[in-house]
């Protein structure tokens, strides 16, 4: 081509379209004389339309039939022999690049392998829940409470016992329902007694469900009670088989004092409730509902299962939810009333269906109530992030090694050129390449799956297998993963490389033309998306650790929480005195067992959800928790075990209260019974620290009852206080199943989960940094041997080592701090948008910043010297000799 | 010898060849039948008239010298063949036996009009 004037050329993707389509021995007459006329028409007509007849022109020439059965002018190319030379070459290449091979076949496999993980995962997240057949048409009855003026809304997806019973026949679409309560039962087994959740259901289980039963008739097995239907590892612990219909089993009810040991029939064994299921049971009952409690419209306000429905197919939703609220309006109006007048109950409710498949990754109306697994979609995304990234990275590893050693292959390609291998070839041939180390690097990467299953299911709360691999859809989109890898790897590489011209690359030394800015760009991207990442870890452990070391307004060390049914005070009381007469005990506290939560109205209007606590006086104490004003229940008065309560300080908050002390509360689990505030506990993280503080109350009314009981013991006398603990318990309590745990263990595993994801991006970020720094590692090799020759002229002229790796190092270490440019904002970002799931959360440090910088500019460094200062060593006599 | 069918633009196309004698090439003989017959022509429809009559064996062609306007490539140079010249004077004669037994009532014509 001409460079010397810059004369108007025709449009090159016309020419480009040309040249790709016509045969090659008609190419240079054809393109020769469009390049004629364009010249002419230029001077006649103006560039533009010049420009218009030529693309016209070469379209003309597209058409099929222009040029038929051309007598070939040239011999043919050999093509078996050149695609026989292609792959012993592409093996040839693989096995003398030892250290380039490795680098991008472990990069590669393990990009894939997290890829395919990550797909295992979320094919998994989304499955749940779909294996049962009445699917599309399963719902879960939600409410969402709107306040009076529209103010706000909330929404929550608990029921209790009338909505399923009173719904279904309201509403024609509803063919059938099931409620689903947990329960707790003591079972009974010779001598052990073992408290379990059990689950309470709507005998029309079996049907609206795909729960195969082993053994039993699936229709009637929960329609007799007493019957119960367990599952296959249930029968076999207890039984040794499952063939055990009609075998009985001893229950009792564990929140119930008064009630005894009774015999129940088995009705049905089921198979192991799969694992992406929302329902996992062990025992199912017959729910039973007196009926007064049915005939108690102020049970439309009484929450605490789960109610499913099955529509009829096809059934509009938006019509059939308008449906339930005509059906709630008249049905529950006796109640509305009552609530609001006693209660000043003024939210109105508004009942809705969720889709069951919908369930599981649902932050706003989770599983809950007895269904389990439920998951927080932002984990799904985290790892696809993190997968998406490591397998980016190593096709950048690829991209870049591919081009920088090209040098050394550009002879081949000056060779194949001459000899009559043309462009399509080449790019075939390198693609080919390209997509022979994918297969071996994919091959790898099942490999390596199977190898981290077992602690990526323990990481991530699962049990994933292998067998989830035959999946249609998952191979399918395996074969898509390997075939875009190979492609986003080989592509840019080929196109390159095969445009490289015969001419210069055959005569003399050849370089790469241009500064190379894609591989500066890429290396850029690398770094970019390692501190990323590392910034992404860094803030998730600051907040972790913020979380587990953050004062809990409470002393947590060195407490026992024992649970016990129906806990009287004068039981407490006992097993005080009985535990206090060993001086390693400190105090014992009883307090109700579960959460309790309740409304009051305050003033006539304000209204408060808060928990509800029934402690004695030794609580505050044992745990150390401050009162800020008033004082706490005392032996003293009292009155204190009828009338008086103590609220914390975002209770009085909520309240409006200037001078909380003497102020009445009002609320509804006791009917309108009035109580006195006297005192104001300081607020203290009684529940996990990924939620905030709520509005608490604490009574000491004997006729709630307890349900456990904390006992602080000196420190150091853990085991001889647990073993007296024991004995004191069986003794007072022969018939309760007795468990211990620690307070602070337990506060511990409310974050169970971010430790598990901790690691899990902890181990993403480490394969990252690995993944990047294999890849600079190459590149600095690369460079260091081109020059090979300028490092032997500038020690010949007195350069030190030093100089020269500083030399070396500072191109790859300015790539590297310039990343920090992209990576920095973005993780800022990032990390802010995550924080905001806590309600107390870590500010993001500078330090964060800077030590991230530092690591990576660290490791780059290290990566990087080492090849330069091999490079450097080298005595320059050897690399000058030849030339 | 088999009679050749020739197009209407193929015996222009080649007629034009025959006359450039030994210049004649794609540009050219576009340009060139531009001129005589007043149409315009496209380049590709041309090329693929000559190639047909390179299939046919009614032209010649050799590759010939490249020149700075084409951006150095060369021109493919066309010539006619003898069953070329045979055929243009077969299609010549043809006509003018048609022309002879034009009836002179018919339109008020001379033989050898030219436009």
């Not at chain 1, 108007?8 to 390049?35: F, Y």
């Not at chain 1, 498949?357 to 995304?381: C, R």
């Not at chain 1, 390692?530 to 998730?540: E, K, V």
């Not at chain 1, 150390?624 to 009338?643: C, E, K, L």
């Amino acid at each position: 081509m001409n460079h010397y004037h810059k004369s108007p050329q025709p449009p090159k993707w016309a020419t480009t379209l040309l040249e790709w389509r016509c045969p090659d021995e008609l190419l240079e007459e054809i393109g020769g004389d469009l390049q004629e006329l364009f010249e002419e028409q230029v001077e006649e007509i103006g560039e533009k339309q010049a420009r218009k007849e030529y693309m016209l022109a070469v379209l003309r020439y597209l058409q099929p039939f222009a040029f038929k059965h051309q007598p070939k002018i040239y011999p043919s190319t050999n093509y078996t022999t050149m695609f026989q030379n292609y792959i012993t070459v592409a093996l040839r290449h693989l096995k003398r690049n030892r250290v380039f091979s490795i680098i991008n076949i472990s990069g590669l496999s393990l990009g894939l392998a997290c890829c395919m993980l990550i797909f295992l995962y979320t094919k998994d997240e989304v499955s749940y829940d779909r294996f049962h057949d009445n699917n599309p048409n399963i719902y879960r009855i939600t409410k969402k409470f709107i306040k009076p003026g529209n103010s706000s809304e909330s929404k929550d997806s608990n029921t209790g016992y009338l909505q399923g019973p009173i719904f279904a026949s309201g509403v024609p679409e509803i063919q059938s329902f099931v409620r689903f309560q947990s329960h707790r039962r003591d079972i009974k087994l010779g001598n052990d007694i073992n408290s379990q959740e059990v689950f309470l259901t709507d005998p029309d289980f079996f049907s609206v469900f795909t729960f195969p039963l082993l053994a039993g008739n699936p229709k009637t097995a929960l329609q007799e009670p007493p019957s119960v239907v367990i599952s296959e590892d249930m029968a076999r612990k207890h039984f040794g088989s499952t063939d055990v219909v009609g075998k009985t089993l001893l229950l009792k009810d564990s929140y119930d004092s008064n009630s005894q040991f009774e015999p129940y029939a088995v009705t049905g064994v089921a198979r192991k409730s799969p694992q992406n299921s929302s329902i996992k049971f062990d025992v199912l009952l017959p729910i039973i509902v007196k009926n007064d409690e049915i005939a108690n419209k102020e049970n439309w306000f009484n929450s605490f299962l789960n109610t499913f429905v099955v529509l009829q197919s096809g059934a509009d939703i938006k019509s059939v939810e308008a449906t339930m609220d005509r059906v709630y309006q008249a049905d529950a109006k006796e109640g509305m009333r009552i609530i609001a007048e006693r209660f000043g109950m003024k939210d109105k409710t508004v009942y809705a269906l969720q889709p069951f498949t919908d369930m599981h990754l649902n932050k706003e109306l989770p599983a809950q109530n007895g269904l389990v697994d439920s998951s927080n979609p932002m984990f799904s995304y985290i790892l696809s992030g993190i997968a998406l990234f490591i397998l980016l990275i190593a096709c950048i590893n690829f991209i870049n090694l591919t081009v920088a050693r090209s040098l050394k292959r550009a002879k081949e390609i000056g060779v194949r050129k001459v000899i009559g291998g043309d462009r399509t070839h080449l790019m075939i041939q390198f693609l080919g390449e390209s997509f022979v180390l994918c297969f071996i690097a994919f091959v790898l990467a099942i490999l390596l799956v199977q190898l981290a299953l077992p602690t990526f299911n323990q990481l991530s709360n699962k049990a994933l297998a292998l067998s989830y691999l035959f999946d249609a859809k998952l191979v399918l989109g395996y074969i898509g993963l390997f075939l875009i890898t190979g492609l986003l790897a080989g592509f840019y590489p080929a196109v390159v490389l095969s445009s490289y011209n015969p001419v210069q690359t055959l005569y003399s030394r050849f370089k790469l033309s241009g500064k190379n800015y894609l591989q500066k760009i890429l290396v850029i991207l690398q770094f970019s998306l390692a501190s990323f990442l590392i910034m992404g870890t860094l803030t998730i452990y600051s907040q972790f650790n913020y979380l587990t070391t953050r004062e809990l307004g409470y002393d947590d060390k060195n407490v026992i929480g024992i649970s016990k049914s129906n806990l009287t005070p004068k039981e407490a009381q006992l097993f005080r005195q009985e535990l206090l007469k060993n001086p390693a005990f400190v105090e014992v506290a009883p307090k109700n067992g579960g959460n309790w939560y309740t409304i009051a109205k305050i003033n006539g209007d304000i209204q408060i959800n808060f928990k509800y606590e029934t402690v004695d006086q030794a609580y505050l104490p044992l745990f150390n928790i401050p009162i800020v004003q008033g004082r706490n229940f005392s032996a003293d008065f009292p009155a204190d075990s009828t009338q008086s309560v103590l609220v914390n300080e975002t209770f009085v908050k909520k309240a409006e209260w200037k001078d909380p002390i003497g102020q009445e509360v009002n609320f509804w689990y006791d009917n309108n019974q009035k109580y006195k505030v006297i005192g104001v506990v300081k607020d203290h993280h009684f529940e996990a620290l990924n939620t905030e503080i709520k509005p608490q109350l604490f009574t000491m009314k004997p006729s709630n009852g307890y349900g456990m009981a904390f006992i602080k013991i000196k420190p150091g006398t853990e085991t001889s206080s647990l073993n007296h603990l024991e004995k004191t318990y069986k003794q007072l309590f022969p018939i309760n199943p007795y468990s211990y745990e620690f307070k602070s263990e337990e506060n511990l595993k409310a974050y169970e989960a971010e430790a598990k994801w901790k690691q899990i991006i902890l181990f993403g970020t480490v394969l990252t940094i690995f993944i990047s720094c294999i890849g600079l590692f190459g590149l600095a090799t690369l460079s260091a041997e081109r020059r090979t020759k300028e490092i032997g002229i500038r020690k010949v002229l007195g350069a030190s080592v030093t100089s020269i790796v500083q030399l070396l190092t500072w191109d790859f270490l300015k790539l590297v701090s310039f990343s920090f440019l992209f990576a920095f904002p973005a993780a800022w970002y990032a990390m802010q948008q995550w924080l905001q799931n806590y309600p107390y959360q870590v500010d993001i440090k500078d330090w964060a910043f800077i030590l991230t910088a530092g690591v990576v500019i660290l490791v780059a460094f290290f990566t990087v010297s080492f090849q330069s200062i091999k490079a450097a060593r080298i005595n320059p006599a050897k690399n000058l000799r030849s030339e | 010898m088999r009679k050749a069918y020739l197009g209407e633009f193929e015996e222009l196309v080649l007629l034009t060849t025959a006359i450039l004698n030994g210049e004649a090439y794609g540009v050219s003989v576009a340009k060139e039948l531009k001129k005589l017959s007043g149409r315009s022509v496209s380049i590709a429809a041309v090329h693929i008239s000559l190639h047909r009559l390179l299939d046919k064996g009614l032209v010649n062609s050799h590759m010939g010298g490249a020149t700075m306007s084409r951006g150095g490539r060369r021109k493919r140079i066309f010539t006619v063949t003898v069953a070329g010249k045979h055929i243009l004077q077969e299609i010549h004669d043809t006509r003018n036996q048609m022309w002879e037994m034009l009836p002179k009532t018919s339109f008020n014509l001379e033989p050898g009009f030219k436009d």
